[in-house]
């Protein structure tokens, strides 16, 4: 589902439904895709800072 909504550029319900999973985690593949995505679309400051948070989670 996030790997739609990201090659629909649909980034909004992508925030929306990572902040959902939050509870379960998320893992490296998901973010990856949703930061490539997010590079993809230069949405540049918005990757920069979901890699930050990634990082500071220790998942990559």
Same mark, same amino acid.
């Given at each position: 589902? *996030?790997? !739609?909504?990201? #090659? ?5 319900? &992508? @925030? /929306?439904? @990572? ?5 379960? !985690?998320?893992? &490296? &593949? /998901?973010?990856? *895709? ?5 590079? #993809? ?7 920069? #800072? @979901? @890699?930050? *948070? &990634? *990082?500071?989670? !220790?998942?990559?």
């Amino acid at each position: 589902m *996030i790997s !739609g909504f990201c #090659k629909e550029s649909l980034f909004d319900e &992508v @925030l /929306t439904m @990572l902040s959902m999973m939050e509870d379960f !985690g998320s893992d &490296v &593949v /998901t973010n990856e *895709i949703i930061i490539y995505a997010l590079f #993809k679309e230069n949405e540049n400051h918005m990757a920069e #800072k @979901l @890699l930050r *948070i &990634v *990082i500071a989670r !220790g998942l990559l």
